[in-house]
């Protein structure tokens, strides 16, 4: 499997990409505005530190088994979200519309590559399956209560 700084990496370069594809087709839709691509541009850059965020905190998580970490950058992500959000939105409409089309590049680049690029081009195997053989998963509503699972 890929590593974590390899995996993100790959994930902020489709959605830089798909920022780009989004402002090549506002050209055909809204025309020449200048706000607009502020707005998208500061929306992908949240985006973007949100998603270096919950990387880490992730991180984090399974390293130090810490849980406080991950309730801080949800708050502080949800803090930049709303204050830019706010900020475009103050500056004008079409910066506002640009900053929340930027909050989903990521998104937007993740099912690009994960659900495109690795689902028909094929260009290489896709490290979310990463498994040759079908995994075989215990069903728990057989088991009355949490005391009688099996350990893993």
Request: a negative charge.
């Amino acid at each position: 499997m890929t590593s974590l700084k390899e995996f993100r990496n790959e994930i902020i370069i489709y959605a830089i990409v798909m920022a780009a594809v989004a402002e090549v087709v506002s050209l055909f839709i809204i025309g020449p505005n200048v706000m607009f691509p502020v707005g998208l541009a500061a929306g992908t850059a949240v985006s973007i530190l949100g998603f270096i965020i919950l990387v880490k905190t992730g991180e984090t998580l399974m390293e130090e088994s810490k849980k406080s970490p991950i309730l801080l950058g949800y708050i502080v992500r949800l803090f930049l979200y709303g204050v830019v959000f706010f900020v475009c939105i103050k500056v004008s409409l079409p910066c506002g519309f640009g900053c929340g089309i930027g909050f989903v590049t990521i998104h937007f680049g993740i099912m690009f590559l994960y659900g495109i690029v690795y689902k028909f081009i094929k260009k290489k195997k896709n490290p979310l399956n990463d498994w040759t053989e079908p995994k075989e998963w215990n069903d728990l509503s057989v088991y009355d209560d949490e005391d009688d699972w099996p350990t893993l």
